[in-house]
């Protein structure tokens, strides 16, 4: 059973930082993606951040600059990271963990959800 477990989440003061990472465990047979989503209430679930297999990277216009993601290759590429730098009071969300994968009882890679964790920035 594949899971994706996040930590990392939690209150900040405006401009500060938080760093979330995610681990994905069980029976994978390969990642192709790995990606950040975050959801804030009332609003629809939205694509932060996103790192392929070879380290390919895209930013939503709103953290560009301010966010970076990152991927743990020494432990075969089943760790991301996002490390967030100036962070606003509209970063306030829950984040979700995503990943593309091929479990190694399947044959095609499918969609994998971590349980997310809030993020909350204010003074």
């Known amino acids: 059973q594949v899971q994706l477990v996040e930590s990392g989440g939690g209150l900040v003061q405006p401009g500060g930082s938080l760093t979330l990472s995610c681990a994905a465990s069980?029976?994978?047979?390969?990642?192709?993606?790995m990606a950040w989503f975050r959801q804030a209430p009332g609003k629809q679930r939205e694509l932060v951040a996103r790192?392929?297999?070879?380290?390919?990277?895209?930013?939503a216009d709103s953290v560009k600059g301010r966010f970076t993601i990152s991927r743990d290759n020494a432990k075969n590429g089943n760790s991301v990271y996002l490390q967030m730098n100036s962070l606003e009071a509209e970063d306030t969300a829950v984040y979700y963990c995503y990943a593309f994968l091929t479990p190694k009882t399947e044959q095609r890679p499918r969609d994998y959800w971590g349980q997310g964790t809030q993020v909350a920035v204010s003074s």
């Open positions: 790192i392929s297999s070879l380290s390919s990277t895209y930013y």
């Open positions: 069980g029976s994978i047979f390969s990642i192709d993606a």
